[in-house]
């Protein structure tokens, strides 16, 4: 037995089994994990600063914060789908979870059979399974022990309600009828699904906020004007009709979310089971748009998160300031269940937040987390190789290492189709007209900021930049701050092992090269 299953094997001996913790004491927890869903809702609107918040209305999710507590520094570990979930699920830096660290595995893994520390990282629903939990899943959602797990399926293009709109040809109200019956039956089946005084885990993905969605369905579906967003876009999306419309219909599919979200607090009002459910909101990927999804910029890596919970929560109402991670999920959830998170685990338990009194900063330790990313598409580069980042987020700067500055981060450009491995570039307007402008004097600086070839390190001043236009790594002004971030990152790396220190990820077996290189032959580059 290895090292890591020895500790494994270990902490799983010391957690209690199911029963030691009396099922009154430990509460439901329903977890939503929103597709590619960003920072957006109203609770996230600034007055003391214009965004795309503005000009929404979310009061299910709004109210979850309102009777929770609303976190304000949440940050996805990596915006890439699988990596994310794989995080989340393990209570580990993505780099840590093996083949999972990159979204679509080479050829090789499945005919090679290979040693992979990630399938040795113990899951938080297994633990619950076993602690006398009933876990459900329900869409996409994360990676849960089919053998203990029960899937609660739905009909599958309901949650995407834009294209279920159009595909019925149906209006808004016909459309949310066909989804709530959906929702409602989801949750009452979960109820359903457990013994008497069985507490239970579900975790519901609904996909919407995920490309593609019906064009022009902000507007006609939802009625978000999309000149409503003047002067809100982030400063590095051009203010033009086409990217207006684009982020309308983004936002359409939230507030299609938020009504999923009501329909499914009602639900458990009726059984009697919400003041013992512990709701949690997020989402697992930033906003699907340039400079979003994928990356370690703030439309990429900042989340949301709120978390009701009239049971645990000491004063309701709060928000808070402190840094937090999608990886602190796992060990939350142990905990609430009486269990002691695995010592393998790097997050750490929010539960200590959750039970203060106090708002704004709470835990001075918490004032940074650590993102990053490997490989998001496999034929982005034609030999399949990732583009690697890692990056430490405070209150005031923005650190970025790029380990390949040589290599596209956004994929190589191709004729008329901007960069080949963006996935943002599936039916958004945003990217098409930033393609078709690409070489006007006023639109290439931005277009070359989002998809050209980027410096070993970036440094973001967030008080001047808030949107990280401006890279001051090479200001000498900053070269202290760089060096601390720098190091404070490096040391993280250095602890936790991560594979890219020795560019164990550009080797086989995580990378051949091979099928990516034959599928991009051919390929005629700009």
């Known amino acids: 037995m290895n090292r890591q299953l020895a500790i494994i094997s270990a902490t799983l001996c010391l957690l209690p089994v199911a029963g030691s913790v009396q099922a009154a004491e430990r509460p439901n927890i329903l977890f939503l994990l929103g597709d590619d869903w960003g920072r ?4 996230y ?3 003391a600063r214009p965004s795309v918040n ?3 209305q979310t009061p299910n999710i709004d109210r979850v914060a309102r009777e929770g507590v609303l976190f304000r520094h949440a940050f996805m570990g990596v915006s890439s789908c699988a990596p994310s979930r794989a995080s989340m699920a393990s209570g580990c830096y993505f780099w840590r979870c093996g083949t999972q660290a990159f979204l679509q595995p080479d050829p090789s893994w499945e005919k090679n059979q290979i040693p992979d520390p990630g399938l040795t990282l113990p899951r938080f629903g297994q633990l619950l399974a076993q602690a006398g939990y009933a876990t459900t899943f329900s869409g996409k959602t994360l990676e849960l022990d089919k053998k203990l797990s029960k899937s609660i399926r739905m009909e599958g293009d309901a949650l995407r309600f834009s294209l279920y709109a159009k595909k019925k040809r149906l209006n808004r109200e016909e459309t949310a009828k066909v989804v709530e019956q959906t929702v409602r039956e989801m949750m009452q089946k979960v109820l359903a699904n457990r013994q008497p005084g069985q507490p239970f885990f579900h975790v519901i993905g609904p996909v919407g906020p995920h490309r593609p969605f019906a064009v022009g369905s902000g507007k006609t579906l939802w009625g978000i004007e999309p000149d409503a967003l003047k002067g809100k876009l982030p400063a590095y999306i051009p203010d ?3 990217a207006r419309a ?7 599919e939230v507030l299609a979310l938020d009504l999923e979200v009501g329909w499914m607090l009602d639900e458990l009002q009726k059984a009697g089971a919400l003041d013992n459910t512990m709701v949690v909101l997020t989402g697992d990927n930033g906003v699907n748009m340039p400079r979003g999804k994928t990356h370690c910029y703030d ?6 998160l709120m978390i009701r919970w009239p049971a645990g929560i000491a004063k309701p109402g709060r928000v ?14 142990l905990e609430a269940a009486g269990l002691t998170p695995p010592a393998v685990m790097d997050g750490r338990s929010l539960l200590p937040l959750l039970k203060s009194e106090k708002s704004g900063l709470i835990d001075p330790a ?3 987390v650590i993102v990053g990313r490997e490989r998001h598409e496999a034929l982005t580069r034609p030999d399949g190789m990732p583009y690697p980042m890692r990056a430490i987020r405070t209150t005031d700067f923005l650190y970025i290492r790029n380990f390949k500055p040589d290599r596209w981060p956004s994929g190589e450009p191709y004729d008329d189709l901007g960069p080949k491995g963006d996935p943002n570039s599936q039916g958004s307007g945003t990217v098409a007209w930033l393609v078709e402008h690409r070489n006007e004097p006023a639109t290439k600086p931005v277009y070359e900021l989002i998809y050209g070839k980027r410096p070993g390190e970036e440094l973001y001043d967030l008080r001047k930049d808030p949107d990280q236009m401006g890279n001051v790594a090479g200001d000498p002004a900053y070269a202290v701050t760089k060096q601390e971030l720098a190091a404070r990152l490096m040391a993280v790396l250095e602890k936790t092992k991560d594979p890219r220190l020795t560019d164990a990820f550009d080797k086989p077996p995580y990378v051949t090269g091979t099928a990516a290189a034959k599928k991009a032959k051919g390929k005629k580059k700009r």
């Open 240 to 242: 033009v009709p086409e």
């Open 246 to 252: 684009d982020f309308a219909d983004t936002l359409g």
């Open 40 to 43: 957006n809702a109203s609770c």
């Open 299 to 304: 439309l990429a890596v900042r989340a949301p």
């Open 45 to 47: 609107s600034d007055p």
């Open 54 to 56: 503005d000009v929404i």
């Open 366 to 368: 918490r004032d940074h």
């Open 320 to 333: 808070v300031d402190d840094f937090v991670g999608q990886i602190d999920l796992a060990p939350t959830w």
